[in-house]
């Protein structure tokens, strides 16, 4: 037996002592859903923008299965209020207004986990921690022994990925010439860009009400193209994308959290649902897909050469590893330097289940929905068989969350702001 197979059989060894230690500990084993990482969300919007109606529709559009290996899940209070907003925004029958957004200074914090069915099990994959913030906050005066802007730039700080709400029916507003477009444009700009330029997290900024601006070009490229450019003019927009184009994943998404048809501007200039028109969400599925692809290119497009070398080399080793051998090599390269590396480079969403991030990231490198390269079969054992289960889930909700964002890369070049591509014209 040689040196390397002996260290592969410790480390497998450790690994389990120091998890059947923690199970001990707690009075109970530990599940999959405690391995899970939590990657926290920031989005920020003015009063108005519809970040309210964003969040119900992206719930209900991912609540199932569909079009998707991944489905979320929430606590059950949550669930009833994202339903309720949804059922409030789709029922053009009644005679109420829509769902009532954030006010001034306030928050709504949600905990969305991201499970896939895989061997007949439900499994966990990771959780998302949504906080949701009105843009005043940054810009209005707080009262005296306030600390809510303090922990809302905390926040920020810590954050995974930022969004960036920006409200669709301004933007046309602004391109028809009323002169309470660009008012609104540049009051929201002021408010999202000086916090989301200091940041380091990934940003995605959301158009929304995308169906309000049908109008402007029949082809929907040309059209994010005629927005890309009315953004990109404003100096504070263009400095940020200019700033981090190179190591710094930014997105422009638009989404219509009703779909095409369903609202309309009447004469008085107010948003009104249009009589019996059926909802068909637009997009709404993208920002959170995005959040953890775009976080994993961010964190290894800043490692040096050196560790990216290291990293490649190991991710070709755990193309060929079985599910405890992998388990005990990840372990290993968590201890080296290119491994240290890469946890450091998490910050913040690596502080307590580091491991298990790092699984995740790599098993996420291996490329394609890993259906060949994972055995299920019943010369495993049974801890073998719930290892190689959960990286197969792994893989297959990375796939699948990538080739979503891929998707509409390739439908809207114009979507992705950085890597240097800021246009001009179209």
Known sequence: MNVLLVMVFVAVGLVLLGRWLRGRRTGRPLTVEEKAPTFQVVTLGLQGSGKTLLLASMYHRLKAPAGQCYFL??????????????????????????????????????????????????????????????????????????????????????????????????????????????????????????????????????????????????????????????????????SLVSLHSAERVVRLIPVSAVGPGFAEVDARGEIVKVSRAPAHPANVDVPLSAVVPDMFDQVESRLNSEARAALSAEVRRRSRQGALEALASASLFAGQMAGRALLAAFGPSAAVIGESMLGLFLDSRLGGRGDDGIRLDQELSEAERRVETLRLARRRVLYDMRRKVDMMEGRLPYSRLSDGHIRDGI
Request: glycine residues 6%.
């Open 73 to 238: 899940t929430a606590p059950h209070d949550d669930v009833l209020l994202l339903n309720q907003w949804y059922a409030q925004m789709v029922d053009t029958a009644a005679s109420g207004d829509w769902p009532r957004g954030t006010a001034k200074g306030e928050s709504r914090q949600f905990t969305f986990t991201v499970k896939t069915h895989m061997a007949g099990t439900a499994l966990t994959i990771l959780r998302l921690k949504y906080l949701e913030y009105a843009g005043e906050l940054l810009t209005e005066i707080q009262d005296a022994g306030s600390t809510r802007q303090k922990e809302l730039f905390a926040q920020i700080d810590s954050a995974d990925a930022l969004i960036g709400v920006i409200d669709g029916y301004r933007i046309r507003q602004h391109l028809d010439g009323h002169p309470a477009g660009p008012l609104h444009l540049e009051r929201t700009l002021n408010a999202l860009l000086p916090v989301m330029i200091e940041a380091t997290a990934p940003i995605s900024f959301i158009i929304t009400k995308w169906d309000l601006l049908t109008e402007l070009h029949p082809d929907e490229s040309t059209r994010l193209g005629i927005v890309h450019n009315l953004l990109i003019s404003n100096d504070l927009f263009r």
